[in-house]
């Protein structure tokens, strides 16, 4: 079935550091792919999107590039903030036959940004 | 306007209670998803609603578990006889359409702390 991985964490970093968190999927279709954001007490957001290959989705500094060769879906910001502490979940939705989308998430990735 | 609303927000059960846990979708939304977060793992689908019509229950993990949407709106998720393995988030959310050719997005409510003792 579908699936997705994401690099463990904890990552840590000083502010205005570089960030990438690994995504890789796995699917039979052509899925969308997403990254959503828990900050601590808070439910999901959506941070991004991208439904096809080679789209390119962007939302508060943070980028990420539908890869269909690599099977990829890496997280990336120039320059992080103490305000980018959170959980980043990578994740994936295929419409099936039923014609409505669940989500198939990655297991998280904690990121904290220091002073 | 209103987001997505969850109650209660905590709940501790002595195993083998049984336990209802309350979702307010956004007004309107056609959809509605179930998740079930363990700790420090990603939410994995349980259930869907469209409307009242339950059309995919392939996540529930056992015949304790129960969803209903009756009148298409509030939808309650109810386990019975909570074991410990059950102790999670359970998280609601809600989409504006139902059926769909390319993606709808899901607003997702602050979710149900249950813990199961």
């Known amino acids: 079935g579908d699936s997705v991985t994401q690099m463990e964490g904890p990552v840590t970093l000083s502010e205005e550091a570089f960030l990438t968190i690994n995504c890789t999927y796995t699917?039979?279709?052509?899925?969308?792919l997403f990254w959503y954001v828990q900050y601590p007490g808070e439910g999901l957001q959506l941070l991004l999107k991208?439904?096809?290959?080679?789209d390119k989705g962007s939302n508060k500094g943070f980028e990420a590039t539908y890869r269909k060769e690599t099977t990829s879906f890496h997280l990336e910001k120039g320059s992080v903030q103490v305000s980018d502490s959170a959980v980043y979940f990578c994740?994936?939705?295929?419409?099936?036959?039923?014609?409505?989308?669940?989500?198939?998430f990655g297991a998280g990735t904690r990121l904290a940004v220091h002073p | 306007g209103a987001g997505v609303s969850q109650s209660p927000r905590y709940k501790v059960a002595k195993r083998g209670q049984d336990v209802a846990l309350r979702c307010d979708p956004i007004?309107?939304?056609?959809?509605l998803f179930w998740y079930q977060q363990a700790l420090g793992q990603g939410p994995e689908f349980l259930t869907y609603?469209?409307?009242?019509?339950?059309?995919?229950k392939s996540g529930l993990p056992s015949d304790r578990f129960f969803a209903e949407r009756p009148e298409g709106s509030v939808s309650t998720l109810k386990i019975q006889r909570t074991q410990q393995e059950d102790s999670a988030v359970y998280l609601c959310?809600?989409?504006?359409?139902?059926?769909?050719?390319?993606?709808?997005?899901?607003?997702f409510g602050p979710g149900t702390r249950l813990t199961v003792l």
């Open positions: 959310a809600s989409s504006l359409r139902g059926r769909e050719l390319s993606y709808n997005e899901q607003f």
């Open positions: 699917a039979t279709g052509y899925p969308s």
């Open positions: 991208a439904t096809k290959a080679d």
């Open positions: 994740a994936l939705s295929d419409i099936g036959s039923g014609g409505y989308n669940k989500l198939i």
């Open positions: 007004s309107g939304h056609v959809s």
């Open positions: 609603f469209q409307n009242e019509a339950q059309l995919d």
